[in-house]
């Protein structure tokens, strides 16, 4: 319902307009304080109903009421007043003022009667709404079906208007209007507001006569309706929208032949709009599966965490890059980014804090890249970029060195400070690969190239890097025979007791009788066992064969007092000291006779946990030796509390004793050391007998290197070891 106020005393109107706003359905349209004001605003707006106070100033509320009236507006009248005479009553009366209150006592009964003028709304009103909003029809230009129509309805009811009217939330909107000008109306002033709350025809004969629409402003004012007849138009799914109406300016009635034709007429109108429901309905439902579609393609193009393309649309993506780089003469760049530490992350503060960081990165990498690029995520902290258009490796590298840039700066995810990065391989089209997948395989080699190199930068292509990936592969395969075949055997190194021409042990040496390489010593292999998992099995192989040698030796009554073998880092698994005491018993060697050759890594802050095992394997029996001591990083002071016994002397000192003070130093300092913690001293590398007397003059127990023997197969070495025990015993005749 719009309403109107004339009122000038500020508190009234403020007051009143306090207490209209708890009821949605009234709007109040305009306020006004005096005469002039008054009537303008009325005929202007035009509303459903005016609250008019009598005294204004300047003027009065009566003339307000006379004027209107005289310019046709039909709008309910309720009178304010504080007491008011019979004669002003009668004025206002025979003006149509429909009530009169007394504005400070009566204001609950003033608004009874104001909320009483409001049409009852449907049981389904909300459905009805929604069910309107659906058809599409509000608001729509004119429709020559639907005026057809009218037409036919205002002539056979004979009658000068005829209306299709839709009852929306506050308003009828007229569908099609024969005889009318508007296009609307309020909806609480609209006929058919009540003809919508019946399934017949509404049928009122003379309006002036029904208390429901006596005082209507359409009844009172334009187009001073005296007869309305409207049948409701409802939908199969049971809403009342609307209706078909006839209006007439006299009181009449329909003949029951009249009422028939408005009933079709009224269901052809519905009909039609039925027929738009279901166009509407079938395009919604094209939509709909044009979007489920599109949502299945997004999962199966797009990774769904950070919404780039996956690896597959990738793939899609760089060949089709590829034709037109082909077409044009073109080159192309193929960029993979790996993260750096970013598997930390995931693995300390969970995979929520994972993912969001991924995410973010993702934005980042994107925010480097033009629209032209694509970039993608193949999984993980994997992602990938293509560089149409790239003229060479500079502009690729420049692009790249950006992305290596802006992943370094700190990101805050979920309140933690994290610092990554990323290494970056590089391939270019044609130069580095023809195919998508070489490109691929070939930036991802790159990328690993610069991840070796410590991260945070990038990588190009090289073909050495293809190269070396592919022996690595063919190795590998081969290294699996290897250890599925035994085809790995011991070479057996001599440790001698210096100036003594005793043999204190000897160090087992690994070795690989490749089918087509030959022999490989283990500096080709063991570092390539260690990355892929193989070096556990590897030194289990070692271990056995060492003692099973070992056992020989014995029943062969040759006297070997100890064998050493070598135990690469990734080796100390919970299981290990297990390993090795089972051995040792399953061969029958007393713990004593076995020395392991551990790295200073191992001893060091991260190796904490293989310090257990190894005290627990010394407990027993076992020595443990510190291999390449001196290279590494140990301080000498921390030796005094780590489980071991004895220092091997790295190579690289012992190569230029003879002649590198700064050398002997440092051997005497070892050899010093290693004494006041009781610890034996190895000299690896010797090759001459001038270091063997250098480092015998500097106080070392052992020597193991050339000058003393090869590394030596174990029927070699019994060979060996009569002649190196008969020289000892009579060094005249050996020499000889
Ligand atoms: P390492 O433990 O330092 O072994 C000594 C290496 O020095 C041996 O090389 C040996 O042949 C070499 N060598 C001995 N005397 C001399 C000399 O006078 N001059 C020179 N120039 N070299 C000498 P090899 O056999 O090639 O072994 C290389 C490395 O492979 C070993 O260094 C060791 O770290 C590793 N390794 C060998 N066998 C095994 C094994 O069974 N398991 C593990 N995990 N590593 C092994
Ligand atoms: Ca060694
Ligand atoms: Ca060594």
Redesign the pocket.
């Known amino acids: 319902m719009n309403l109107v106020i004339v009122e000038d005393s500020e508190l009234i109107r403020t007051q009143l307009i306090r207490l209209l706003a708890r009821q949605p359905r009234v709007n109040v349209v305009g306020v006004a304080t005096e005469e002039e004001e008054a009537v303008n605003l009325i005929l202007s707006t035009q509303p459903d109903t005016v609250l008019l106070d009598l005294a204004l100033s300047p003027g009065s509320g009566v003339r307000v009421l006379e004027r209107i009236r005289q310019a046709g507006c039909g709008a309910r009248i309720i009178v304010l007043t504080n007491n008011i005479g019979s004669a002003l009553r009668q004025a206002c009366q025979a003006l149509g003022a429909t009530a009169f209150f007394d504005k400070t006592t009566e204001a609950d009964k003033c608004f009874e009667l104001l909320y009483s003028w409001l049409p009852p709304l449907p049981d389904n009103e909300q459905q009805r709404l929604a069910a309107l909003l659906d058809t599409r029809l509000l608001d729509t230009p004119e429709q020559e079906v639907f005026d057809d129509l009218t037409r036919l309805a205002a002539a056979i009811a004979e009658v000068p208007i005829a209306v299709v009217s839709l009852i929306d939330q506050d308003r009828q909107w007229f569908l099609s209007h024969f005889g009318l000008e508007a296009r609307e109306t309020s909806r609480s002033i609209a006929f058919c507001a009540h003809a919508i709350l019946h399934n017949e025809m509404l049928e009122v004969p003379d309006a002036l006569e029904d208390s429901r629409f006596c005082d209507n402003p359409l009844v009172v004012g334009a187009p001073n309706i005296r007869f309305y007849a409207g049948v409701p138009l409802t939908l199969v799914s049971g809403e009342t929208l609307g209706t078909l109406c006839v209006i007439d300016n006299k009181p009449r009635h329909l003949t029951p032949a009249q009422r028939q034709a408005l009933k079709t007429l009224a269901s052809s109108v519905l009909s039609e709009i039925e027929l738009r429901r279901r166009v509407i309905f079938l395009e919604q439902e094209v939509e709909r599966r044009r979007l489920a579609e599109a949502h299945i393609l997004h999962l199966a193009t797009r990774d769904p965490l950070t919404a780039l393309p996956n690896r597959a649309t990738f793939r899609d993506r760089l060949d089709q890059h590829l034709r037109l780089a082909t077409r044009s003469k073109q080159g192309l760049a193929v960029l993979f980014i790996d993260l750096d530490r970013f598997k930390p992350i995931n693995d300390t503060l969970g995979h929520d804090v994972g993912d969001d960081t991924l995410v973010f990165m993702a934005e980042r990498l994107s925010a480097c890249l033009r629209s032209s690029d694509t970039v993608a995520r193949l999984g993980g902290d994997e992602f990938a970029v293509v560089l149409p258009e790239v003229a060479d490796s500079v502009d690729a590298l420049q692009v790249a060195d950006k992305i290596v840039v802006a992943l370094s700066e700190p990101v805050t995810v979920r309140g933690h400070a994290l610092h990554l990065g990323a290494s970056i391989g590089a391939a270019i089209y044609p130069a580095h690969g023809e195919s998508g997948a070489e490109l691929l395989r070939h930036a991802d080699l790159a990328m690993y190239q610069a991840k070796k190199s410590g991260g945070g930068r990038t990588c190009l292509f090289a073909q050495h890097l293809s190269d070396r990936a592919e022996e690595t592969q063919t190795l590998d395969h081969d290294l699996r025979n290897a250890l599925a075949n035994r085809q790995l055997l ?2 057996f ?1 001599p440790q001698a007791i210096l100036g003594e021409g005793r043999l204190c042990g000897v ?5 690989w009788q490749h089918p087509h390489f030959g022999l490989l ?3 080709h292999f ?1 570092p390539l066992a ?1 990355e892929r998992g193989l ?1 556990h099995e ?2 289990r192989q ?1 271990l056995d064969m060492a003692l099973a040698q070992l056992k020989l030796w014995d029943e062969a009554g040759l006297h070997i007092p100890r064998i050493a ?4 880092p990734s ?1 100390i698994r919970p299981d290990f000291a297990e390993t090795v005491e089972a051995a040792l018993f399953r061969h029958g060697v007393s713990p004593r006779r076995l020395e392991l ?1 551990i790295t200073e890594s191992m001893l060091t802050a991260d190796g904490i946990s293989s310090i257990a095992l190894l005290n627990r394997l010394r407990s027993k029996g076992v020595t443990i030796a510190v ?2 001591f001196g290279v590494g990083y140990s301080s000498l002071g921390q030796l005094r509390r780590l489980p071991i016994d004895s220092l ?1 002397v790295d ?1 690289s000192f012992v190569r230029e004793i003879e002649h590198s003070p700064h050398d002997i130093a440092i051997v005497r300092a070892i050899v010093t050391m290693a004494e006041a913690l009781g610890l034996r001293t190895t000299a ?4 001459e007998e001038g270091q063997m007397t250098v480092l015998e003059g500097l106080g070392c127990d052992c020597v ?4 003393v023997s ?2 030596l197969a174990a029927e070699a070495l019994a060979d060996w070891l009569q002649l190196f025990e008969a020289a000892a015993a009579d060094p005249e005749q050996a020499a000889a």
Do not use: C, M, T, W
Not at 507 to 511: G, T
Not at 565 to 568: A, E, R, Y
């Open positions: 011991l070479h190194q160090e087992a040496l690994v070795r010593s283990p500096d063991i260690e070096i590897l030194g070692v073998i070598n135990v690469s080796e050759e291999d390449d091997k190579r690896e590398g010797a090759e193991q290197g050339y000058f090869h590394p």
